[in-house]
């Protein structure tokens, strides 16, 4: 489905990145691997090797525009194109009010890093018709308690697809946002959630969403595909929903 396309994925060494970066290689894609930490990109190169697709590995952190800039242009140079830009890279603190610090950099690497690295890569995209897919999340439209900063800057990323995709589909670029539910990653607890709260926290979402199940970095993965793909090729501005219910009004009786 995707041999000879070009995909760039931030924050591809772990999570949905990683699993996302095995789907594309898997359908033949090449895969830009960009993500801060070197060990997890060379092990992931590993894992793409034996593949159809192949991998080149990024080193950059997303809220470093310069680093952007570069990654960007050693993709383009070593494969001469772009087709799909999978904005995932995200970070949040959860458990306690973050500082002033931590507000800047979770609006950082979640909203500015979206807005940056989309406007380096709206030429390139525009040459090969291609697509942005971006990462928001599910608690936008179904709060959990004490998340209010991460909720915001994920609302901004919802507002800025809607931007972004009025404004560019006469450039011949579909942008789109997939929503998240709660996904068995390690994204919590690197976010400073201790291990038995984000369990706890897996248990309880399974009692909320429609489905009465937690879902994975795969699912999401083949969400993100779908609407990389030409089947999506009429759809731009939309949010999917990956999070099995979550955001209905879920009542059991």
């Known amino acids: 489905m995707f041999r000879n396309k070009v995909v760039l994925i931030t924050g591809a060494s772990a999570g949905i990145g990683r699993s996302t970066a095995l789907a594309f290689a898997h359908e033949g894609a090449t ?5 801060r930490r ?47 830009l999978v904005n995932n890279a995200g970070m949040g603190v959860f458990g306690r009010t973050p500082t002033d610090q931590e507000f800047n950099q979770i609006f950082d690497v979640n909203v500015k890093a979206v ?38 800057s994920k609302g901004a990323v919802a507002a800025l697809t809607k931007g972004m995709a009025a404004s560019w589909g006469k450039r011949g670029v579909r942008v789109n946002l997939i929503q998240p539910g709660v996904i068995e990653s390690d994204f919590n607890v690197t976010a400073g959630m201790p291990v038995e709260v984000a369990n706890k926290m897996h248990e309880l979402s399974e009692g909320l969403n429609a489905l009465d199940t937690t ?39």
Do not use: W
């Open 31 to 35: 895969v830009g691997l960009l993500a």
């Open 38 to 84: 070197v060990e997890r990109i060379k092990s992931l190169v590993q894992q793409i090797e034996p593949l159809p697709g192949r991998a080149v590995p990024l080193q950059a952190d997303v809220s470093n525009n310069q680093e952007l800039k570069l990654a960007l242009e050693k993709l383009l140079s070593t494969c001469g194109q772009l087709d799909v």
């Open 115 to 152: 807005y940056k690295l989309s406007l380096l890569a709206l030429p390139h995209l525009e040459k090969t018709s291609g697509n942005i897919v971006n990462l928001g999340s599910a608690v936008v439209g179904r709060p959990f308690a004490n998340e209010f900063v991460y909720m915001a």
């Open 215 to 253: 879902g994975n970095p795969e699912d999401v993965a083949q969400a993100v595909l779908f609407l990389a793909s030409e089947q999506a090729r009429f759809i731009t501005g939309a949010t999917l929903n990956v999070d099995a219910g979550l955001t209905l009004a879920t009542i059991r009786v």
